[in-house]
Nanobody, 119 residues
Framework: QVQLQESGPGLVKPSQTLSLTCAVS??????????YSWIRQPPGKGLEWLGA???????YYSPSVKSRTAISRDTSKNQFILQLSSVTPEDTAVYYC???????????WGQGTQVTVST
């Protein structure tokens, strides 16, 4: 059974960098051909894909956040990390991590973590 678990601060001040970690259990994040994504849902809005890191370590970003986003991984801990810089209140959302096999759709999701950007 694969499980994904997000962790990180629930409150971040404007202009700071948000850092979230997704710990993966039940499978290696280097397993061919899986992609691990960060997705968020602002209050009252739909899901927004932020970016992903592939089994190879390659990264992909949404143009809307590319200039502020970095996704990395720690294979020794089997986890991947989202860093979103220069946050504003518009970055307030529930943040999810999820796994996808090639482009066949997400098969596992984390439970989500609420992040609020506020002074």
């Amino acid at each position: 059974q694969v499980q994904l678990q997000e962790s990180g601060p629930g409150l971040v001040k404007p202009s700071q960098t948000l850092s979230l970690t997704c710990a993966v259990s039940g499978d290696s994040i280097t397993m061919n051909f899986y992609y691990y994504s960060w997705i968020r849902q602002p209050p009252g809005k739909g899901l927004e894909w932020l970016g992903a890191i592939a089994y190879s370590g390659a990264t992909y970003y949404s143009p809307s956040v590319k200039s502020r986003t970095a996704i990395s991984r720690d294979t020794s801990k089997n986890q991947f990390i989202l860093q979103l810089s220069s946050v504003t209140p518009e970055d307030t959302a529930v943040y999810y991590c999820a796994r996808e096999y090639l482009v066949e759709g997400y098969d596992y999701w984390g439970q989500g973590t609420q992040v609020t950007v506020s002074t």
